[in-house]
């Protein structure tokens, strides 16, 4: 039996305002906790299903992936629902996760249509981050499909709804989405599966549906009926490096798909970097005397947002322009023993994935100053750029090391600095 509006839980202050969803093995119900007046997310396994004899192993399963999700969302990742606690109520398990307000990706195709692929690939990639840690701790999604994926302010994804239990009851989709069956792969219908290919082959389908709004041919019908799948970009116009990574997530056996999620994501990269054994020492070289420890140790210690003022602070002092206090753009000027160091460092305490060299080939990648829509493209790319086209606010940047390759440094990044950092041979 549901709970229904109106019902106020005994163990917990939430009073449930509606339910959510349904699906074979879970409920999920909107609810509001009574004393903080905020509104929260209540799920619960089916009670229907207490005379299944499989019930308590589904239980259980529930408790043991809720109590991972409770670690998980400790580490506050941005892209990743958070649950707060795990209760039980009158017998009936209780996962208790963040209320997140926007939009699915899934309503925000049906109604404002398909994404550009700078776009689709900048979402999708921060649910393929997400899901990384997600594998790491031994949990497979199984339901990471749009519908699973909310987005704040149209820009910023957020995987919610994981499909508990779902290895335990295979043949039991745990989604409610009318389209689950484009999502999944077609061993999640037969024998089920706990491997990473079952999420690699959703996203990748995800992806697909984001990028030309149309739905993949489902994998029961290519595996039962051999139809073929369209290829993306039969459909609009996308790079071949995604249409490739589209495909082979979309691998009909998992032995032909991605993996894992981070081989599936490299795939994504526009320009992908290896990840650097670093190196013992950089020197920390400057033509001006300036010096660059303080940024070093806030690099070192993944202080992002620190780090990126700190670089903004120092390229001021390198510049001669500590008088004005500010960095109009970057001039020929500019020495290169600094803008060399700050670089190595970005580099070396990202692996790879931020500093003015990884932007500038971004950059020169997409068509650089011959191309007029390359700048356009590589704000979208970087994450400078929201979907609706508006610039990202400083303070809504993404100060983590699994913001997209190339989003930092910003303070001082930009087109001003391509042509200097390809003089300087970075």
């Known amino acids: 039996m549901s709970w229904t509006p109106g019902y106020k839980l005994h163990q917990r202050p939430y009073i449930i305002e509606r339910i959510l969803g349904q699906g074979g093995f879970g409920i999920t119900y909107k609810a509001k906790h009574l004393q903080l007046d905020h509104q929260v997310v209540l799920k619960t396994p089916n009670s229907g299903l207490q005379n299944d004899p499989e019930y308590p192993k589904y239980v259980q399963r529930f408790i043991q992936e809720g109590q991972t999700l409770a670690k998980l969302g400790q ?25 997140i307000v926007g939009q699915s ?3 925000f195709v049906q109604t404002k249509g398909r994404l550009s692929e700078a776009d689709a690939v900048n979402i999708i990639r921060q649910i393929a981050d997400a899901l990384v840690m997600v594998h790491n701790a031994g949990i497979i999604h199984r339901d990471a499909h749009p519908g699973n994926i909310m987005l704040r302010n149209n820009t910023s994804a957020v995987l919610i709804d994981f499909g508990l239990a779902a290895e335990i009851m295979p043949r039991v989709m745990s989604s ?18 706990g491997k990473p290919t079952v999420d690699v082959y959703c996203l990748a389908a995800s992806l697909y549906y984001t990028i030309t709004g149309q739905l993949p041919t489902q994998a029961l019908t290519r595996k039962l009926k051999n139809q073929a799948l369209i290829p993306p970009n039969k459909i609009v116009k996308i790079s071949d490096k995604i249409n490739d990574a589209i495909l082979k997530g979309l691998g009909l056996e998992p032995e032909k798909r991605p993996q894992t999620m981070a081989e599936f994501l490299r795939l994504l990269d526009i320009q992908p970097q290896p990840a650097r054994t670093p190196q013992p020492n950089i020197e920390l070289k400057s033509a001006k005397g300036v010096n660059y420890h303080q940024l070093e140790q806030l690099l070192k210690a993944g202080n992002w947002k620190e780090a990126d003022e700190e670089t903004a602070k120092k390229m001021v002092e390198a510049a001669g322009r500590t008088k004005e206090g500010f960095l109009v753009g970057i001039d020929n000027n500019f020495p290169c023993e600094d803008l060399r160091t700050i670089d190595q460092l970005w580099v070396k305490y990202s692996n790879g994935r931020f500093g003015f060299s990884v932007q500038q080939r971004i950059y020169k990648s997409l068509g650089g100053a011959r191309k007029p829509l390359a700048w356009a493209e590589f704000c979208d790319i970087v994450g400078w750029r929201r979907v609706d086209g508006k610039w990202e606010e400083y303070k809504d940047l993404k100060f983590h090391q699994t913001a997209p390759v190339g989003h930092l440094p910003r303070q001082t990044g930009g087109i001003g600095y391509f042509s200097r950092v390809q003089t300087c041979r970075l």
Do not use: T
């Open 176 to 193: 409610k989405h009318p389209a689950n069956l484009n999502f999944a792969p077609y061993e999640q219908f037969l024998e089920g599966s």
């Open 105 to 107: 990706l899934w309503e």
């Open 75 to 99: 580490n506050s990742h941005p892209h990743i629902v958070r649950v707060s606690d795990l209760f039980e109520e009158n017998g009936l398990h209780c996962l208790v996760m963040d209320l």
